[in-house]
Structure formats: structure tokens, C-alpha cells
């Protein structure tokens, strides 16, 4: 039983920070089309200036410096890479993104040495605390909390600030937002600033449970975060976030089974599933051109 | 079928004399300079990876179909290979943490059998145990393909891509099973198969009399792609890239859009999993950790860099990229000094920084890579024609190539 509840809470807090990298996979899809393959990388970079950070800076000067490098490196990532492809085809830009990717977790190889980096603890979140019986730490309590805050959030920005009517009007039809006067570039912008800041809060809480972090810690996660977005319906984010609760709980309930390896390969059966029979996701508005 | 004339014009002429005079020169190199140096380790791997660029290739740049599965079908044509040929003397040392292979049979040691151990007998059982092993590899390759295909080649661009890559790392989870250790090794390396060394023509005490071991990498990729432009020039092909370029109207002319795509992920397949087992004769060791996703984008971004539907691009782009990941770019590697003055920045790793830096300015600037869509042949053509048609093929190559892609859009 004891077992079972501590699973269960370490798989809510993994979805909780599958959920954050997910969103903004789902944002910026639902507005570019484009699988940002690079957001894991920045997930993972942003658990990289933590720790440089961290080491000359006390902790309530390196979180906020962290988050703000890393909103940066999602800004000038989709500047320098994305914008000037902003016409071509489609293919090209997740190229693109891909080149990105490969180039962040080179240039992590490079800084780090190739070495595994202690991630910093931070001293509040990572106390450990008994729930029913179960020994967890508060950063497990919180993660779920702080997801549903940071969601409440954004759906109040995308649902009632003109910035948020815009993003909606260009997922719903680039050309035709463009000709009402919607300014594209500040709102992809402000798409993938969003996203690299709910990507660092996530690589906060995520890399307090994983104590290294290496260049290729970001991948996985990535691709998982992914998974959740399509699951929940790609464009959607409580469908993201819905999505990433069940893949999180899922893949922690499979690692205390004996068939541990395939707790990555299970996420992507359930990709599998759900793009052939409901390929909308299970939140997914209309019928796309996905099938 | 009409008869039509057969003619080799000069620009394939040329082509094949170049490739013939590539593979000669690798042959004499490779018994004059240093067998050891980088440039052998550059014409094997290249070999290998122009393979499975070009059978990318044919996915991606020919039929249109945007797939990431590439590494998962080079793992299983390596294990593929590599069970299919451990000989069983030493199956036990390889298997030793499962307590023996629960597979003992090798193509090789059946062929000794029947041609003998020693001399002729053990050569000739060599290259027709390497042969069979490998097409085994690509047949299973391909049926895997197969069975992925019924559900996966519904799905459309990106959504196929992220399908097959999750279909890759379910085969990667698979083969690094403890349950079928037995058979696989579980997480551990498979060895001891015939690698290209072993193509080295030694005398009665060992010593190596004539080196081959660069030629059989090329030869066997050589007629691989070989048969990948045979089939891309057929009926075939041409259907193939009709349904690139349109699917409805494919569809319209009575090409049979499921059966098509399913048999252009089969061959690509075969030619991934064939692709796999030189990787692993090259390798010397399979692990199933070496098949990531990041070696799917890196063959990818090749693809790319020679220009997404030209064979011949994707096979000059992995030898560039590889000479340049592999060679000409490690020096960057190491501390250097220009006189006394330490130039910054040169330490372990900085050769991949600078190398991805390469690749993200022909991503973004030349974004129809070395040879666009066009092959070997067509260059040393055009240069005759220049004279006569000045520009004019130059802009509808560049419509049709901006049409196609945006076909992904909508």
C-alpha cells in the first residue's frame, strides 16, 4: 500500500512536469504546426544554467536568473532558427528544429565536458515529508499544485488578454490573422517565450528528483512531453497537461514493475494507439489533416 | 512495353567512372599508405551511412514519406547479422551472463560444413555466410516494416515521423530485454561476428597479404544503391514520386496509394536493416544503446545536407560529413597554439559545436543542400547544355521543389 501511494505520488509529480514541457509543445504547434524538437533540449539547458548558476549565486538569485536565460534561449532560438523559415515549407522548419536540437546538446557536450552535473538542491523543496505512511518529498506535493496554478494562469491569459485572443486567432488560421492586423512575429514570440518559462519551471522541479543532469537528459522528456500533447489532443492545453498526468503516473507505475524497459517504450505504444484510432487526441477540437 | 534503344549517355558514363575509379583508388591506398589511418575509418563508415541516406532517400525525398524510424530498422538488421553469424565456439564467452545463446546456429559454420574448415572451403563459407546474413538482416528489417506500416502509414508528415520514432524506441526497449537475453544479450554487446576485417586476404601464418577491408564496405553499398536508382528509374519509382509530389492525383492515375507507400517503407527498410548490419561489421560491437534517435537525425540532417531527393547527394553529403565529424575537424578538438598564444575555445567537444553550427547554416541558408534534387549525371550534362539553354531549367526546379514541400502545409 505504502508502495503503491508513493508510486502513485512520484507519477503524479513526473506528469505534473511532463505537463509544464508539454504545453509548450502543444503552444507552439497549435500555432506554428511545427514540433518543436529543440523544446526538451531547452528543458534541458535550463536545468544547466541552474547549476552554473548556482554555484557562484545564493538560490534565490540563480531560480529567477535561470528562468530568465532560459525564456531568453527560447527567444533567440525561435528568432535565429525559426523566423527566417517562416515561409518555407513546413518539412524545412522542423529541419530546422532538429539542426537546433543537435546543436544545444553539442554545445551542453562542450560546457559540461561530457561530464554528469550534480544538479544544486534546493533546500526547501526537496525535505522529505510521510503521506499516508508513504516518505516523499515536498517537491512531489507541490509539483501538481503549482502545475494547476501555472494552467488556471495561462488559460486566464489565453482566454482573456488580447495577446491571448491573438495566439488563438493565429492557431486558428495564420493568413487570415495576419491580414487583420494580428502582429505574427510577437506572438510566436511570446508563444515560445511562454513555453521556455514553463520549461525551466519543470526542469526546476523535474531535476530536483534526477540529481545529474546530462546533455542528453533533455531528450526523453521531450519526446514524452510530446506523447502527452498529441494524447491530450495537440493544441489543447488541459489536454496537454491531462495527457502528460497520465503518461507521468503510467511510466511510474510500469518502473516498479519487472518490466521496467518498457516504461518508455509504453508511452510511445500508447502514441501509437491513440493516433490511429482517435488521432485528435482525446481533447482534439476538429478532424485535421493528421490522417 | 515499347523496346526503346539503350544508350548510356556521357554524364552516367562519367558517373560510373568515377565511382569505379573510387573504389580502385581506395583499393590501392589501402595497400600502399597506412592501413590505419582516419581516411579508412571515413570510406568504411561513409559507405555505411550513404546507404542508409540514400535509403532515407527514398522515403523522405522520392515517396514523401516523412519517417524517423531509420535507426530502428539498422538495429535490427545489426542483430539480425550479428546472430545470424557469431560463430558457436564462442557463442558461450558472448552469452556468458545468460548462460549460452538459446540460438545456436550461424550461417557460417553451416557453410563450413559443407565447404570445409581450412583454405578455399573457410573463404567461400566466409562471403556466402556474410551475404546470406546480410539479406536476412534487410528480410527482417522489412517485415518489421511491414507490420509497422498497416497502422503507421495512415498517418500524415510530422505525425508519421513521431510515430516511427516511437516505433523505434519500442524496438530498442524490446532488444535490450533482460527475458530475451538469450537471444539478444540483453543490454549487453554482441561481438565476435566477421567484421570488414576479416575480408583482409591473409597467407598460411596470419599476415595480411592484401587488404580489402575498405573495397567491401563500398562494394556491398555500392550495389545497394545500385539497385535503389534501378528502382527509383522503374515504373515503380516514377509512381513513387507521383505520389511525392500529389497524392490525390496519384490516386486519380490508379496508383494504389496504400500499396505503394507500404512497399516504399518495406524496400527503404530492407535497405536500413542491410545498412545496420555493415554498420555492424564496421562497429565490430552491436548494442542496442548505439540505435538512438539522435543516430536517426544525424543520418537526417545527411539527407538534407545532400539535398532531400538526390542519391547522389545523400552519398556525397555522409562522406563529407562523416570525413568532417570523424577527421578534418578534430583538431578542433584538442588545445593548438599559434606560435606561444593558446587560441581559446579548442577543447574536447568544440568540433561538434562547430560542426553543428556547419549543418544549422545549410539548414537555414542553402536549404537545398549540395545537389538539390538533381543527381551526378546531370551535372557533367548540364555543363554541355549551359552553352545552349542559359537558366531557364534553373526556376522551374526551384517551383516544383518549393510545390512539393508545400504539399506538407495543407
Not at chain 1, 518555407?88 to 528544429?97: E, F, L, T
Not at chain 2, 516494416?145 to 526497449?173: N, Q, W
Amino acid at each position: 500500500m505504502e508502495f503503491l501511494v508513493s508510486q502513485v505520488l512520484s507519477g503524479i509529480s513526473l506528469g505534473g512536469q511532463y505537463a509544464l514541457i508539454a504545453i509548450g509543445y502543444t503552444m507552439v504547434y497549435g500555432i506554428l504546426r511545427l514540433i518543436n524538437f529543440a523544446h526538451g533540449d531547452v528543458f534541458m539547458v535550463a536545468g544547466l544554467f541552474m547549476i552554473y548558476l548556482s554555484a557562484s549565486l545564493p538560490i534565490y538569485l540563480s531560480i529567477p536568473l535561470a528562468i530568465i536565460m532560459t525564456v531568453l534561449l527560447g527567444f533567440i532560438i525561435e528568432r535565429a532558427a525559426y523566423k527566417p523559415l517562416r515561409t518555407a515549407p513546413r518539412m524545412s522548419v522542423m529541419i530546422s528544429a532538429i539542426g537546433v536540437s543537435y546543436l544545444l546538446q553539442n554545445l551542453a557536450l562542450y560546457a559540461t565536458g561530457g561530464q554528469p552535473k550534480t544538479y544544486a538542491s534546493i533546500p526547501w523543496i526537496s525535505k522529505t515529508i510521510y503521506i499516508f505512511g508513504a516518505p516523499t518529498r515536498i517537491v512531489t506535493v507541490i509539483t501538481p499544485i503549482l502545475v494547476i496554478v501555472l494552467v488556471v494562469l495561462l488559460s486566464l491569459l489565453i482566454n482573456h488578454t488580447k495577446i491571448g485572443i491573438a495566439m488563438r486567432a493565429v492557431a486558428k488560421d495564420f493568413e487570415t490573422s495576419k491580414l487583420m492586423g494580428v502582429k505574427i512575429n510577437n506572438v510566436i514570440s511570446i508563444t515560445f517565450i511562454i513555453g521556455s518559462f514553463l520549461a525551466a519551471v519543470g526542469s526546476l522541479l523535474y531535476f530536483t528528483n534526477y540529481p545529474t543532469v546530462v546533455p542528453m537528459s533533455g531528450a526523453m522528456p521531450g519526446l514524452k512531453a510530446f506523447v502527452a500533447a498529441v494524447f491530450g489532443g495537440i493544441g489543447s492545453v488541459p489536454g496537454a497537461v491531462i495527457g502528460a498526468f497520465i503518461i507521468g503516473i503510467c511510466e511510474t507505475l510500469i518502473k516498479g514493475t519487472d518490466y521496467s524497459v518498457f516504461s518508455d517504450a509504453f508511452t510511445f505504444a500508447l502514441l501509437i494507439v491513440i493516433l490511429v484510432v482517435k488521432p485528435t487526441g482525446i481533447f482534439g477540437e476538429k478532424a485535421t489533416d493528421k490522417v | 512495353m515499347p523496346k526503346t534503344k539503350k544508350k548510356i549517355d556521357k554524364g552516367t558514363l562519367i558517373t560510373l567512372c568515377i565511382i569505379l575509379g573510387v573504389m580502385i583508388l581506395t583499393v590501392i591506398l589501402e595497400n600502399t599508405i597506412n592501413a590505419n589511418s582516419l581516411l579508412f575509418t571515413v570510406i568504411r563508415k561513409g559507405a555505411v551511412y550513404s546507404l542508409v541516406a540514400v535509403s532515407m532517400n527514398l522515403l523522405n525525398g522520392f515517396t514523401g514519406l516523412f519517417s524517423l524510424g531509420q535507426a530502428g530498422f539498422m538495429l535490427l538488421g545489426a542483430y539480425t547479422y550479428a546472430i545470424l553469424t557469431i560463430p558457436g565456439g564462442i557463442r558461450d564467452t558472448v552469452y556468458y551472463l545468460f548462460q549460452g545463446s538459446s540460438f545456436n546456429f550461424s550461417f557460417i559454420d553451416a557453410f563450413k560444413s559443407i565447404f570445409g574448415e581450412e583454405g578455399a572451403g573457410a573463404t567461400i563459407s566466409l562471403i556466402l555466410g556474410v551475404i546470406l546474413a546480410i539479406i536476412c538482416a534487410g528480410i527482417v528489417a522489412a517485415i518489421c516494416a511491414y507490420l509497422i506500416g498497416l497502422p503507421v502509414l495512415r498517418l500524415k508528415s510530422d505525425y508519421l515521423a513521431i510515430a516511427t520514432l516511437g516505433f523505434a524506441e519500442i524496438l530498442r526497449a524490446i532488444f535490450q530485454w533482460d527475458k530475451l537475453g538469450k537471444v539478444t544479450n540483453g543490454a549487453n554487446a554482441l561481438r565476435g561476428y566477421p567484421t570488414f576485417a576479416d575480408f583482409n586476404i591473409k597467407d598460411d601464418i596470419g599476415r595480411i597479404v592484401f587488404r580489402l577491408s575498405s573495397f567491401v564496405p563500398l562494394l556491398i553499398a555500392g550495389i545497394c544503391i545500385f539497385v535503389i536508382v534501378l528502382l527509383i528509374n522503374s515504373s515503380y519509382g516514377r509512381a513513387f514520386k507521383a505520389i511525392r509530389d500529389d497524392e490525390i492525383a496519384a490516386e486519380a492515375m490508379g496508383i494504389n496509394l496504400a500499396k505503394h507507400k507500404s512497399l516504399s517503407f518495406c524496400i527503404s527498410s530492407f535497405f536500413a536493416g542491410v545498412g545496420g548490419a555493415l554498420f555492424a561489421m564496421f562497429a565490430s560491437t552491436v548494442q542496442a544503446k548505439t540505435f538512438t534517435s539522435a543516430m536517426t537525425y544525424e543520418i537526417l540532417l545527411i539527407v538534407v545536407i545532400g539535398g532531400i531527393g538526390s542519391v547522389s547527394g545523400s552519398c556525397i553529403a555522409s562522406f563529407l560529413y562523416i570525413a568532417c565529424s570523424e577527421w578534418w575537424l578534430r583538431f578542433l578538438d584538442n588545445t593548438q597554439y599559434i606560435g606561444n598564444y593558446q587560441i581559446p575555445l579548442f577543447r574536447n567537444g568544440f568540433r561538434m559545436v562547430v560542426f553543428s553550427i556547419i549543418i544549422m547554416i545549410v539548414v537555414l541558408f542553402f536549404r537545398k543542400g549540395i545537389m538539390g534534387d538533381r543527381e551526378l549525371p546531370d551535372i557533367f550534362r548540364k555543363k554541355k547544355k549551359t552553352v545552349k539553354t542559359p537558366d531557364v531549367q534553373e526556376e522551374p526546379e526551384v517551383n516544383k521543389m518549393h510545390r512539393r514541400l508545400k504539399d506538407y502545409d495543407e
